[in-house]
Structures are given as structure tokens and as C-alpha cells.
């Protein structure tokens, strides 16, 4: 069972490009439809719940899977198994790059790589702006931090830690739910 | 520096990273950006790091986190050779994946009944937008010289970092192509115009 978790894992680490969301649809035709470790509403829940905690994404679910199935041991075997492909080829990777990186040849692909990869970092912010319902009431907080980190260098845990107790009190104070 | 303090630091530094690391591998850009620019290595090289993480399969996170590991370790002027740099690789993942480990195993045992409560939906009220900004703060971070030279440095770098730049963000969220076959392609565009 560790075993066929730690297969399971490694394979949905191996075969997953671009991360996180896009791992979902290969974790679920893993776990629910081929192993059937988690029913498919299970599955949903834990997507919310694994996104909504601190971490990588497809860590979190494998941990979930794991130790749901097989207590500790099992949550080892998985976030291990999602985590090795990556660990092995980027290791692999970054022992031979350095040694090309200084090429001319590879040295003005990467010239032309690096805006690009900006770009690649800013669609997602207005894509994440949408689903976490940004509006003309909420959006001073994210200006807000962006601006904090950005020029005036505070680190972003403190703005996690200030976004959180603010919703805290937020949801305390001045519009108490039920 | 020695090079047990570098250990005990990319620990530290990548536990803090998954501990407060909310939206995922890109949420987490900025808090890994600032924590190892400009300690352990430049943003020209930080960026070829998230290009090479977003190229190789696996999780974005993992990968970076293993990456700036070796770096730290790499970079040291010290000359640490790759064996210690392996152990760096390790330690940044380890500690990366610790938190999750922790508190998922913790919300599974205990939370899982609180998850929807009030109280926790509220903190997220005021978590999600914050994140947005995190996201937006990476990207601001990266927009520097080192990635894009600048007008005064050289004209021509810059006008075709900012082209590629402009194609690329249309590119995907517009016509919704591949990130990867994008990174393929401006660097193909990038040895064709920059070599």
C-alpha cells in the first residue's frame, strides 16, 4: 500500500507540467477513478482544502491521500513520491546548467526567456484576481501589498499575517455572520 | 560562511516559505524571491530558476525550492562542490514540505469539522485578496534591469524584452497558448534577436 502510494505520486509528479492546477485532472483519474482511494465528492473537498492551506498544492492533496489511507506512514510515502521526480531532474539540471549558462548561445535564450517568464507570472495574478472576487470595495488590499513588498521591501509574511487577523476582525467586528 | 549556518538558514528560510506560502507555487514567488534575492543569488539568475521549474514536470514549488537550494550552496564564494550543494537541494525541499506535512496531518486528525466554519471562511475574506497582491508583487519584483536591460543600457534588449513581455501575457491569457511552448518560443526569439 505505501508502496503503491509512493508509485501513484511519483507518477503524478513525474507527468505533471506547469504544477499545481494543472495536476488535478491526472490526480483524479489516479486516486478516484483508478484506485478508488477517495470518492469523487471527497476529492472536491479536499481540492478546497488543500488550497486554501499554506504550501504547494499537489503536496498537500498527496499528504491528504496518504495519511487518509494509511495514517503517517502513508502521508511520508506520498508527499515523497509527488516530490522526488521534481527533486531528481531539477537536481539533474542544475549540476550541468551552470556550466553552460555563461555560453553565448544559451546565455541570449535566456535573454529572451526571462521576460517571457515574467509575463508567464502576471497572468496568473489577474486570473487569481477574478476567483478571489476582487471588487472596488476589496481592492485597495492587494495594491496595498503589492506596494508594501514591492517599494518598500516588508516581507509577505507579515502581510499573510496581517491579511488573515484583518479578516478575522473583519468578519468579528463589522459584519458578524451568524 | 560556514557552511552549517547556510543549512540551518535555507532550513529556516524554506519552513517560513511553506508555512505562510498561500496560493500555491506562484502565491509563494514573492515570499521565496525575497527571502533569496540578494542573499544567495541575483534576479537574473532567480528568473532562469522559475523558467527552468515552470519547463520540468512537477510541482512549481518543489522545484524552485530544490533549485535555490543547490544555488546557495553553489554560489557561496567559499567553493562548496556538488555533494554539499545536493545536501542544500535537500534541506530547502525537506523544509519546504515540512509545514504541509504538520498541518495537514493536524487538519486531517482534528480541523477537518472547522474547516467551514465562520471564523475560518472570515480569515480568508481578508487571506485571498492578499494573495492577489503577492502575485502581483512578484511580478513587480521582477521587472528590472537584469531581466529586461533598461533604455539607457541597450535600446534593443530592452524594446524586445518588453515585445516578447507584451506577446507572451497575450499570448496566454488571450489566446490561451501553452506557458511552455511560450518559454520555447522567446527563447527561440531570443537567440534569433539577442545573441
Known amino acids: 500500500m505505501h508502496y503503491a502510494l509512493l508509485k501513484t ?11 499545481g492546477y494543472a495536476m488535478i485532472p491526472l490526480i483524479e483519474a489516479e486516486v478516484v477513478d483508478k484506485h478508488h482511494w477517495v470518492s469523487k465528492e471527497e476529492f472536491m473537498d479536499l481540492i478546497a482544502i488543500s488550497q486554501s492551506c499554506p504550501g504547494v498544492f499537489a503536496i498537500n492533496i498527496s499528504i491528504f491521500i496518504g495519511y487518509k489511507l494509511r495514517k503517517i506512514g502513508g502521508a511520508l510515502a506520498a508527499a515523497l513520491g509527488t516530490a522526488l521526480p521534481s527533486f531528481l531532474i531539477i537536481l539533474l539540471i542544475a549540476m550541468f546548467f551552470h556550466r553552460f549558462q555563461d555560453n553565448p548561445v544559451v546565455a541570449s535564450i535566456f535573454r529572451g526567456i526571462r521576460p517571457a517568464v515574467v509575463a508567464l507570472i502576471a497572468v496568473p495574478t489577474f486570473n487569481l484576481a477574478r476567483s478571489a472576487k476582487i471588487t472596488w470595495v476589496n481592492c485597495w488590499i492587494p495594491i496595498a501589498s503589492a506596494l508594501l513588498i514591492w517599494l518598500m521591501g516588508v516581507s509577505p509574511i507579515y502581510i499573510i499575517i496581517l491579511a488573515g487577523l484583518g479578516g478575522w476582525a473583519y468578519g468579528r467586528i463589522i459584519k458578524p455572520t451568524a | 560562511m560556514d557552511i552549517a549556518l547556510i543549512y540551518l538558514e535555507l532550513f529556516w528560510t524554506f519552513f517560513l516559505i511553506g508555512l505562510f506560502g498561500f496560493g500555491g507555487g506562484y502565491g509563494m514567488l514573492s515570499l521565496i524571491q525575497t527571502k533569496v534575492v540578494p542573499a544567495w543569488m541575483t534576479t537574473g539568475q532567480f528568473t532562469d530558476i522559475v523558467a527552468i521549474s515552470q519547463m520540468t514536470p512537477g510541482p512549481v514549488g518543489i522545484n524552485t525550492a530544490t533549485y535555490c537550494g543547490y544555488m546557495a550552496i553553489h554560489n557561496d564564494p567559499a567553493g562548496y562542490g556538488e555533494a554539499w550543494a545536493l545536501l542544500g537541494s535537500f534541506i530547502a525541499t525537506f523544509a519546504l514540505v515540512l509545514p504541509s506535512l504538520i498541518l495537514m496531518i493536524i487538519i486531517a486528525k482534528l480541523f477537518l469539522k472547522y474547516m467551514k466554519t465562520p471564523t475560518v471562511q472570515s480569515v ?34 530592452f524594446s524586445i524584452s518588453v515585445a516578447l513581455f507584451i506577446a507572451t ?10 506557458p511552455i511552448k511560450m518559454i520555447v518560443m522567446a527563447g527561440f526569439a531570443g537567440l534569433l534577436l539577442l545573441y
Do not use: M
Request: net charge positive.
Open chain 2, 169 to 178: 501575457f497575450i499570448g496566454t491569457k488571450v489566446y490561451h497558448i501553452n
Open chain 1, 9 to 19: 505520486f511519483f507518477k503524478i509528479g513525474l507527468f505533471t507540467l506547469g504544477g
Open chain 2, 124 to 157: 480568508f475574506t481578508g487571506l485571498r485578496p492578499a494573495v492577489v497582491g503577492l502575485l502581483a508583487a512578484a511580478t513587480l519584483l521582477l521587472c528590472n534591469k537584469e531581466n529586461f536591460s533598461t533604455p539607457s543600457t541597450d535600446l534593443w534588449q
